[in-house]
């Protein structure tokens, strides 16, 4: 059983930064993508941005240019560096773990954190 645990979030002036933070534990394949979404109010989950475990990145275009994803292999943690942010960045963040090999495919979530930007 994999549990995530998120970090970082809280409140922040438009154009401040944030870092959040997710520890991974449990079993977990080698093969894996870690990776943060997130739930504006009133609005359905949608991707941030995913890492590979080879380190191959992936972001949504709104948050290209502001947000850098990366992780610690070792340490099974992935960490989301937020620049820049907006109003429209307000949102519960969750950290997501897809873990697969050739017996199955396993997804995990955080319990999620909150991210406010407001002046």
């Known amino acids: 059983q994999v549990q995530l645990v998120e970090s970082g979030g809280g409140l922040v002036q438009p154009g401040g930064s944030l870092r959040l933070s997710c520890a991974a534990s449990?079993?977990?394949?080698?093969?894996?993508?870690m990776g943060w979404y997130r739930q504006p109010p009133g609005k359905q989950r949608e991707l941030v941005a995913t890492?590979?475990?080879?380190?191959?990145?992936n972001y949504a275009d709104s948050v290209k240019g502001r947000f850098t994803i990366s992780r610690d292999n070792a340490k099974n943690t992935v960490l989301l560096q937020m620049n820049s942010l907006k109003p429209e960045d307000t949102a519960v963040y969750y950290c997501?773990?897809?873990?697969?090999?050739?017996?199955?495919?396993?997804?995990?979530w955080g319990q999620g954190t909150q991210v406010t930007v407001s002046s």
């Open positions: 997501n773990l897809f873990h697969y090999s050739i017996t199955g495919a396993y997804n995990s």
């Open positions: 449990g079993s977990i394949f080698s093969r894996n993508v």
């Open positions: 890492i590979t475990s080879g380190g191959s990145t």
